[in-house]
């Protein structure tokens, strides 16, 4: 990326609009959103570089939005990350259930701790929070009017040759 992107975070304080079946788009557009506000403009970074800042910005959304799974199975409740397996109907006797997880001390503790506990099972996946309104697309280039002359020597692009004027 270059120098230009060089970008001032003047939106601190505001709460972007967020919804739990969005929240991975919501998040990078509120990025995104920051990054369109940079000293330069959005539209002078070539299209690599812009697909290089939305690139960035996802991968930050992604590592938001498992932060954010993480914390809320760890808020108020122990939790154990297993595998859900065989599940057999009983009838009115109930259904059963067979977990697989990691053999760790915590997953140990939690769930030894729990045995015979009436428990609730949540079903959550951080690829559930992934999607998104719309994709964020990088604009097409406008040329190299900002970087040198067209081919035919004109000059920039957008301004009138010299030549013009005589």
């Given at each position: ?7 001032e975070?003047?939106?601190e ?18 990025m995104?959103?920051?990054?369109q ?11 690599a570089?812009?697909?290089?800042i ?6 930050a ?5 498992r932060a954010a799974?993480r ?12 595998s859900?397996?065989e ?8 259904i ?14 939690v ?12 079903m ?10 719309t994709?964020?697309e990088?604009e097409?280039d406008?040329g190299?009017w900002?970087?040198?002359a067209d081919d ?7 301004l ?7």
């Open positions: 990326m270059n120098a230009r992107a060089d970008f975070h003047d939106m304080g505001q709460e972007p609009e967020m919804q739990l079946d969005t929240l991975f788009g919501d998040c990078r557009d509120a995104l959103q920051r990054i506000t940079m000293k330069t403009s959005w539209p002078l970074c070539t299209e570089e812009q697909a290089e939305i690139n960035g910005l996802e991968l959304a992604k590592s938001i939005v799974v914390e809320v199975t760890r808020h108020e409740f122990d939790h154990a990350v297993v859900l397996g599940v057999k109907i009983k009838g009115e006797k109930g059963e259930a067979k977990i697989t997880c990691a053999n760790i001390e915590h997953n140990r503790t769930l030894g701790e729990h045995v015979g506990s009436m428990v609730q099972i949540v959550i996946d951080s690829d559930d929070f992934m999607g998104e309104r994709p964020a990088p097409p406008q190299d900002l970087n040198g035919d020597d004109e000059g920039p692009r957008g009138p040759s010299p030549s013009d004027f005589e």
